[in-house]
DNA sequence: TAACATGCATGATTTTTGTCATGTTTTTAA
DNA sequence: TTAAAAACATGACAAAAATCATGCATGTTA
């Protein structure tokens, strides 16, 4: 079990993360650090579930989560990998509905609860945050835009490839400076790729074959990244 | 060439559509009157490009515009389908980047254009706007993401049926109560459902001999929405 | 430690989808 | 009005991807 410290204030947080709340007037920093709740969920542990109502956003203090959604069949669809810094639970609490997606621990994560009534009321007294706000949400609007043509347009090898790249500008690597700071399974990177888990085996096989990444287990090392970059066929 | 009436003041058109404007004060909404610009565009034409920087926002007042994005292969995604009263070109002056769509005109259509500097200052000065704003783009984000999800998990009859029906609830009937007022020619309606051409040529034919719909060049009439409805497997 | 479950891996096969080719129809423009 | 271009349609084929089946490894629990 991840060790994590005391909770910070929101003052100290503000500044080592690059959230949205960094934009926020000083005093509704320190409001906000009054009302936050800071919890710890254990890897695995669900923060909250699609369907239900929102009471609040969840801001990350340190840790990983994925959000994901299920299709009508059921099918797990990961639409958003977040870490620390990121703000969840917005989406919903905005467009006066329930959450689209469930929020899942992917280790041991400390996130602050900010209550709806708050989280309201300093967007409407602060239109810096407002703005911030609907910068963030234009932002994700356009990765959503982006991942929707490349759905549509590309095939699993160039996604596969495309989202081990992403895996890594999201949770960077780890000491070694090749591994992927992130355990997820086959099944969980085939759900972020938008294909079975079969083909996610099989192709990361052909990767590992053409030497661009070394699998051990759930620990993915990048190899080369420019054959990677290559194989997703980026024009970006 | 369509007939358009005299440009209307946004009195009167915010009552007449349901534009996000409609919830701005009416200070402000005066002043929108003033200084925003109406024009027209022909079937065809372009109002802004993929890759310009906005200088402003356009709002719908008669017609159909679709927004679109290259592919990294300069094949094109149609992202949106706007009609009266909905407003576009929002996404990236918020988030302060070029335009990641192009939105060309369906058919004859009629646009006010205000200018990015009253645009932002109206929204500085008016929360409620601004959370009609935060609502409207949560909205679009939470579209984006069920669209992908189906991207990801639905076979290409699924979702050209849900794409017939998307239409349908986009611009509706025309006066026969049958026939989609819309005219696409394929390759459009490909793009919108992520697939080849050749393919949805096809499942329309196959969707014809079912007896669901009728085709007649660019005229689609929707014969049996239930079995639609069925062929496209939603859960909502 | 044995028994079980789960995840990973791979082959064989089928299904889905895309591509290419060709002919027809419709639209557009000279 | 006619010639050219674009859009539509369909068959044949190839490629991509999913599914099913099976075995191995790993990890978990009684």
Redesign the pocket.
Known sequence: MTHFHDPTTCQSCAQRFASVFCKAKQEFISEINDQKICNIYKKGQTLFNEGSYPFGVYCINEGKVKLSHLGDDGKEQIIRLLRGGDVMGYRALLSGERYSASAIALEDTQVCFIPKELFISVLKNDTGLAFEMMKLLSDELHKAEVKLTHLAQ????E?LAETLLFIKETYGYEADGITLSVR????EIANLV??????T??L??EFKKDGMVE?D??KIKILRQKELIKTANLQD
């Open positions: 590309k095939p699993i090898r996604r997820l399974s086959r099944e938008g294909t079975a888990t079969e083909s085996i099989r990361l096989s699998l287990g759930k």
